[in-house]
């Protein structure tokens, strides 16, 4: 079974937009982590938010964390054609990672 | 760019046959883990190695295997393959005990059981 679940499953937008995705999940977690995945390929970590955190910015990534509701939010700000991709959440728990299904994002030119 | 290489990218297989996928790990990563990820969904935790040992497993049957290498690789063995095996296997490193960074990982070798 999955820890993570994200919303909303698609998304697209128009170059320039920003984009937000959310996350929940069950358990307790030490960290939250989100990815990067492009056609099918390997995942690219793009931020970690400890479970002390509230919010962490990475760049034009901007990560919410709520451990009192078990959600995580991801806003990319001035989406690029670059940002197309699916984006996964994944709780930490030492020695594994649970994913969602993930958050296809469509940026259009 | 990434430091974990997976090695083959692509692979045909028969159901019944075995597979060996292998990871190269980047540098000065002691821990190894595998996923599976099916068409359309989030990757599937299958183990995790450290020091050359099996230290956590997810639901997988006993038919998928590993090793670990001292220099850093490290292989999963599917035995008796089945067509819902088909799948992108990814292999991540990270050093133990470093919690507060993520996962590198590789960019997968696509199965295909047929």
């Known amino acids: 079974s999955q820890q993570g679940e994200e919303d909303p499953q698609a998304l697209s937008i128009q170059e320039g937009e920003n984009a937000t995705m959310n996350c929940s999940y069950k358990t307790s977690i030490n960290n939250l982590q989100w990815y990067r995945q492009n056609s099918g390929r390997g995942l690219v970590h793009l931020i970690l938010i400890r479970s002390n955190e509230r919010e962490k910015h990475s760049g034009r990534l901007r990560v919410t964390l709520d451990t009192s509701k078990k959600s995580s939010s991801l806003l990319i700000t001035a989406s690029r054609a670059a940002d197309t991709a699916s984006y996964f959440c994944?709780?930490?728990?030492?020695?594994?990672?649970?994913f969602g299904a993930g958050t296809t994002v469509t940026v259009r030119a | 760019e990434t430091g974990v290489t997976q090695s083959p990218t692509h692979l045909i297989k028969t159901r019944g046959q075995q597979v060996t996928l292998r990871c190269s790990s980047q540098?000065?990563?002691?821990?190894v883990s595998w996923y599976q990820q099916a068409l359309g969904q989030g990757p599937q935790f299958i183990f995790q190695y450290y020091r050359e040992e099996e230290n956590g497993r997810g639901n997988f049957p006993p038919r998928f295997s590993g090793l670990q290498f001292p220099n850093y690789s490290s292989e999963l063995n599917v035995n008796a393959l089945e067509l819902d095996d088909s799948a992108l296997y990814l292999c991540?490193?990270?050093?133990?005990?470093?919690?507060?960074?993520?996962?590198?990982f590789g960019s997968g070798t696509r199965l295909t059981v047929v």
């Open positions: 540098s000065g990563h002691n821990t």
């Open positions: 991540a490193s990270r050093a133990q005990g470093v919690t507060h960074y993520g996962y590198t």
């Open positions: 994944a709780t930490d728990d030492d020695y594994k990672l649970s």
